[in-house]
């Protein structure tokens, strides 16, 4: 089976916008990666929500000239704490794909390092079309969360929803985020509908003892499965 690439998805279909959320930014690797995909597709526009650290990051890097001009860069500051969802959304008057994963929008996050991702479709996730739609729309309108895009996020939504509304809906994939609720309690409570965790596997390069015991806690688990890298580097 041949590894997914959200790059073969960008240059499968004639989409008309694009939007990326992402903690870490390196916009030399969009520039040089993903943005010529964009270009060759004819993309109209671009929108990439990144953590304001990760930008301040981002503009500091030789390479960088089309921010501004070809795409936009929207920094996000969140109160207590860091943005860190990363999804890609494609669309097109016909077509509307989600990309939900680890990966950060950087070499390492889309190239070397080992990653994590769930490529949505309404046909098959209308659910997670609204839960991406709802994501959005808190994005844009949750007072702790800082930036300068409302209106784009708001419009997204609407795109995403007419999507779902015309796809399958059964529940059964589902996508969720912590701008309400926290995903602690969001995952307690599938749990509950599904009949109970049996068992908990985790991947995760950082993680600890805490948030663990929480977790198994909150399942009605006395243990769980951990597998992390060795090294404490991660982009």
Same mark, same amino acid.
């Given at each position: 089976?041949?590894?997914?690439?959200?790059?073969?998805?960008?240059?499968?279909?004639?989409?008309?916008?694009?939007?990326?959320?992402?903690?870490?930014?390196?916009?030399?690797? /969009?520039? +040089?990666?993903?943005?010529?995909?964009?270009?060759? &597709?004819?993309?109209?526009?671009?929108?990439? $929500?990144?953590? @304001?650290?990760?930008? #301040? +990051?981002?503009?500091?890097?030789?390479?960088? #000239?089309? +921010?501004?001009?070809?795409?936009?860069?929207?920094?996000? *500051?969140?109160?207590?704490?860091? /943005?860190?969802?990363?999804?890609?959304?494609?669309?097109?008057?016909?077509? *509307?794909?989600?990309?939900?994963?680890?990966?950060?929008?950087?070499?390492?996050?889309?190239?070397?390092?080992?990653?994590?991702?769930?490529?949505?479709?309404?046909?098959? *996730? =209308?659910?997670?079309?609204?839960?991406?739609?709802?994501? $959005?729309?808190? $994005?844009?309108? +949750?007072?702790? @969360? &800082?930036?300068?895009?409302? &209106?784009?996020?708001?419009?997204?939504?609407?795109?995403?929803?007419? /999507?779902?509304? @015309?796809?399958?809906?059964? =529940?059964? @994939? #589902?996508l969720v985020h912590g701008l309400e609720r926290s995903i602690l309690d969001q995952m307690a409570e599938f749990s509950t509908d599904l009949g109970g965790a049996e068992q908990l596997t985790l991947a995760a390069p950082?993680?600890?003892?805490?948030?663990?015991? #929480?977790?198994?806690?909150?399942?009605?688990?006395?243990?769980?499965?951990?597998?992390?890298?060795?090294?404490?580097?991660?982009?």
């Amino acid at each position: 089976m041949e590894a997914f690439s959200p790059l073969d998805l960008i240059h499968s279909y004639p989409w008309s916008q694009s939007f990326f959320t992402t903690y870490a930014l390196s916009l030399s690797f /969009f520039e +040089a990666v993903v943005l010529d995909a964009l270009v060759r &597709k004819n993309v109209e526009r671009t929108l990439i $929500l990144a953590d @304001i650290d990760g930008v #301040r +990051a981002a503009v500091a890097e030789y390479g960088s #000239r089309c +921010a501004g001009r070809v795409y936009e860069v929207e920094p996000v *500051a969140v109160e207590h704490g860091c /943005f860190h969802a990363k999804l890609m959304a494609l669309i097109s008057a016909t077509e *509307a794909h989600l990309v939900v994963g680890s990966g950060n929008l950087t070499f390492g996050g889309w190239g070397s390092n080992l990653e994590c991702v769930e490529h949505l479709h309404p046909g098959v *996730a =209308g659910d997670a079309f609204d839960d991406a739609a709802d994501f $959005l729309e808190s $994005l844009a309108s +949750a007072p702790w @969360i &800082k930036h300068r895009v409302e &209106k784009p996020c708001e419009a997204l939504a609407g795109e995403l929803r007419r /999507f779902a509304s @015309i796809g399958v809906r059964n =529940g059964n @994939i #589902r996508l969720v985020h912590g701008l309400e609720r926290s995903i602690l309690d969001q995952m307690a409570e599938f749990s509950t509908d599904l009949g109970g965790a049996e068992q908990l596997t985790l991947a995760a390069p950082f993680h600890d003892g805490v948030a663990l015991d #929480r977790l198994c806690s909150q399942l009605g688990l006395d243990h769980a499965y951990v597998h992390s890298h060795r090294s404490e580097e991660h982009t």
